[in-house]
């Protein structure tokens, strides 16, 4: 049929050429599930963080939590930066329809828009950082993505159900068909179609400390 019409096959078929997952190993991926975030230790979370060497990635509403509950995060990212390793940070614009939405799903007392402003202010001393990328994105977001090189926590949204009550899945990237290259390539998606947060203050020397 590909042939006859002058098609690519993937054209016609999207995906029908992709190598399937072996199933085995993208279960063995899923290194922990949480019925709950925040049932994941803080410890548990900084031990991610401070390992995470080359990459790390994050995507939510706000990402106000990570500042929140770990004082030494803006630090520690900012030597990360210094040593080579690249930060994508994504949150929502304030001003989108979807998180009006999700505000008034979630009718907290202190709004994702309070909250996205505060992480603003958090992250603020990175924009300086020449590894070191934070953007917005105006689309619906069905999860949270936390990537720390080869590991990685997924919170999916769940109606009216803050982030912090949400469950959790800790994965860790066995092969190029699996659970976690699935939301990496989401998180991608997403990426593509963010907006930068502007700072005109010159970018820090990426200059790693001896």
């Not at 020449?130 to 977001?141: D, I, Y």
């Not at 699996?178 to 820090?204: E, I, L, N, Q, Y």
Request: proline fraction near 7%.
């Amino acid at each position: 049929m590909a042939k006859f019409l002058n098609e690519d096959e993937e054209f016609l078929w999207p995906g029908a050429q992709r190598k399937p997952a072996d199933t085995g190993t993208a279960n063995a991926e899923i290194v922990g599930a949480y019925p709950y975030r925040s049932d994941m230790p803080h410890s548990g979370w900084w031990e991610l963080i401070e390992r995470a060497g080359r990459q790390i990635d994050l995507l939510g509403y706000t990402l106000y939590f990570l500042p929140m509950e770990h004082p030494r995060l803006i630090e520690a990212l900012q030597e990360k930066c210094s040593n080579g390793c690249k930060v994508r940070a994504v949150i929502a614009d304030p001003e989108s329809k979807y998180v009006a939405d999700r505000d008034a799903e979630e009718d907290l007392a202190m709004t994702l828009v309070v909250r996205i402003h505060t992480s603003m202010k958090y992250f603020a001393p990175l924009l300086q950082c020449e590894n070191f990328e934070m953007r917005q994105q105006n689309v619906p977001l069905y999860n949270s993505v936390f990537r720390f090189d080869d590991e990685m926590l997924v919170t999916p949204h769940l109606y009216a159900t803050p982030g912090a009550s949400a469950p959790m899945l800790h994965l860790r990237r066995l092969g190029p068909n699996g659970m976690f290259s699935r939301f990496a390539t989401h998180f991608d998606s997403v990426w593509a179609t963010t907006m930068p947060v502007r700072d005109d203050r010159p970018k820090k020397s990426t200059r790693a400390r001896s």
